[in-house]
Each structure stands twice: as structure tokens, then as C-alpha cells.
Nanobody, 126 residues
Framework: QVQLAESGGGLVQAGGSLRLSCAAS????????MGWFRQAPGKEREVVGI????????GYGDSVKGRFTISRDNAKNTLYLQMNSLKPEDTAIYYC???????????????????WGQGTQVTVSS
């Protein structure tokens, strides 16, 4: 059974940092595109950061460019999201996702992903 388990969320003050982790189990995703998405109350789920299977290419949502960094450790089957200079508008549930089909493509669409974690809450206070 494939599972994606996010961790590292919490409450932080504006300007602070958090590092999210997503540990995959049940299969290896070392060649598969993965990503982080977030959903705030009353809003649609949106892309935060995406990465190709090799980790050689990354992409970001416009609102987090220059502040967030996505990375992966394929030996550990783990995905990361380093979040710096956090703002109150970054408050959301953050989800890890993995594609079963895409490898060396940057996958921006929710429909590109086949596996999702349960999410971790990030709250940024002003």
C-alpha cells in the first residue's frame, strides 16, 4: 500500500521558517515527479513547488517563488519543502503528491498526480 506521510507543519510567526518532509512508503518514487500543494479554507488547492524524478528541474507557484525551495532525497524516498520568510497568507494545509506516470516532466496540474498525503497544517501568525 502506497503512503505519503507529511510532517513538519506547525505554528510560526511571520518571517519565520519551516521545513516540511514527505516520506513515501509502499513503492519507490525515485524516478517520479513529485510536488507540494496547499489549500487554504474556502480556496482551491494550488501548486506550491514541483520537482522532476531526478530532482534536476523544479517549478514554483508565483506566490512562493524566491521564498520556498523544493528538494528530494531519492535514497530516502523523501520529499522536502523549505519555507522561508513565511507570511500569514501562506497559512494552509500542505499536501505532498506523487505521480505514477510522469518522470522527467514538471507536473503542475493536480490531475498529474496519483498519490496524495493526508496533509500537514501550516499556520503563520502576524
Amino acid at each position: 500500500q502506497v503512503q505519503l506521510a507529511e510532517s513538519g507543519g506547525g505554528l510560526v510567526q511571520a518571517g519565520g521558517s519551516l521545513r516540511l518532509s514527505c516520506a513515501a512508503s509502499g513503492r519507490t518514487f525515485s524516478r517520479n515527479a513529485m510536488g507540494w500543494f496547499r489549500q487554504a479554507p474556502g480556496k482551491e488547492r494550488e501548486v506550491v513547488g514541483i520537482i522532476t524524478g531526478s530532482g534536476g528541474s523544479t517549478g514554483y507557484g508565483d506566490s512562493v517563488k524566491g521564498r520556498f525551495t523544493i528538494s528530494r532525497d531519492n535514497a530516502k524516498n523523501t520529499l522536502y519543502l523549505q519555507m522561508n520568510s513565511l507570511k500569514p497568507e501562506d497559512t494552509a494545509i500542505y499536501y505532498c503528491a506523487a505521480s505514477a506516470r510522469l518522470t522527467y516532466t514538471l507536473a503542475y496540474r493536480l490531475g498529474d498526480y496519483d498519490y496524495w498525503g493526508q496533509g500537514t497544517q501550516v499556520t503563520v501568525s502576524s
